[in-house]
């Protein structure tokens, strides 16, 4: 895979996200200037292991057995 920077008009910016959308799912990152926004894979994940702890099922991570004691 290869990178490349681009600046954007804010006025073009969705449309242009919306294009590369056209292209398959693995053939493109974005990658956000908010280095803190998460991705939408990045938010089911972060939702999926929040549902899993509060079942208090922590085996989702790597040391879980750890973290069990430490509750």
Do not use: C, G
Request: aromatic share 12%; charged share 35%; no cysteine.
């Amino acid at each position: 895979m290869k990178t490349i920077s681009i600046d954007i008009a804010d006025n073009v910016y969705n449309t242009f996200k919306n294009f590369l959308k056209l292209l398959p799912k693995e053939s493109f990152k974005i990658y956000s200037d908010d280095i803190n926004e998460l991705t939408e894979e990045e938010k089911k994940q972060v939702n999926f292991l929040k549902q899993m702890t509060d079942k208090k099922d922590y085996t989702q991570f790597d040391n879980w057995q750890e973290i069990e004691k430490e509750l």
